[in-house]
């Protein structure tokens, strides 16, 4: 495993790099695995070791910012669990390469104490209004799970730039997203982790 992340690398190296740990600490195969979608799987990709590993999370938050270098974004997120490292780390990263990004997620349902405010990580004064959004996923299968946060994003009154996930399972993702008029990234791809 690679044991340092080297700042000065370039992206396909970093790409190498986070493919590498992925393939270390979160990737699967051989086994029957029941995803959330109720469908089975002869492969699992569990990104939460990946995501809490210091190069793991750094190579990620790279990769991201890497993508939206030409973009206006002003917040990153997606639906907890998976979204939630992933935004603190690229808005982490934003700040130390000094384009600030912030942060945020949306619960699968509300508190029933509190706020009970269904989208976290946003101060009282601050709202989704106009704000332009990229959502996050960890791993992405069919996009089912991201179009319904882009949906709820938008009826907020977000721009979704874009869905961006760090893995893409390769199966139907890209579809639902060009179908439903939406731009679709991936850091990697299944493919990547098989080969």
Request: hydrophobic content about 40%; glycine content about 10%.
């Given at each position: 495993?690679?044991?340092?992340?080297?700042?000065?690398?370039?992206?396909?190296?970093?790409?190498?790099?986070?493919?590498?740990?992925?393939?270390?600490?979160?990737f699967r195969d051989g086994v029957e695995i029941k995803l959330a979608s109720g469908?089975?799987?002869?492969?699992?990709?569990?990104?939460?070791?990946?995501?809490?590993?210091?190069?793991?999370?750094?190579?990620?938050?790279?990769?991201?910012?890497?993508?939206?270098?030409?973009?206006?974004?002003?917040?990153?997120?997606?639906?907890?669990?998976?979204?939630?490292?992933?935004a603190a780390s690229v808005a982490t990263l934003s700040q130390a390469k000094g384009?600030?990004?912030?942060?945020?997620?949306?619960?699968?349902?509300?508190?029933?104490?509190?706020?009970?405010?269904?989208?976290?990580?946003?101060?009282?004064?601050?709202?989704?209004q106009g704000q332009s959004i990229v959502v996050l996923e960890d791993v992405t299968?069919?996009?089912?799970?991201?179009?319904?946060?882009?949906?709820?994003?938008?009826?907020?009154?977000?721009?979704?730039?874009?869905?961006?996930?760090?893995?893409?399972?390769?199966?139907?993702?890209?579809?639902?997203?060009?179908?439903?008029?939406?731009?679709?990234?991936?850091?990697?791809?299944?493919?990547?982790?098989?080969?």
């Open positions: 495993m690679t044991t340092g992340a080297d700042c000065g690398a370039t992206i396909e190296d970093q790409r190498k790099q986070l493919i590498e740990i992925i393939r270390d600490r979160s469908r089975m799987s002869n492969f699992y990709v569990n990104m939460k070791p990946t995501m809490m590993h210091p190069q793991g999370a750094y190579l990620i938050a790279s990769l991201v910012l890497d993508q939206l270098v030409d973009d206006r974004v002003d917040l990153v997120g997606g639906l907890e669990m998976g979204a939630v490292p992933l384009r600030p990004i912030g942060g945020f997620f949306v619960r699968k349902k509300a508190k029933d104490h509190g706020t009970q405010s269904l989208v976290e990580g946003l101060a009282p004064t601050e709202t989704l299968t069919s996009g089912g799970s991201a179009l319904q946060a882009v949906r709820s994003l938008e009826e907020a009154g977000a721009r979704v730039v874009c869905v961006m996930t760090v893995v893409d399972r390769q199966e139907g993702a890209v579809e639902t997203f060009a179908e439903a008029g939406i731009g679709f990234r991936a850091i990697i791809t299944t493919q990547d982790l098989c080969s």
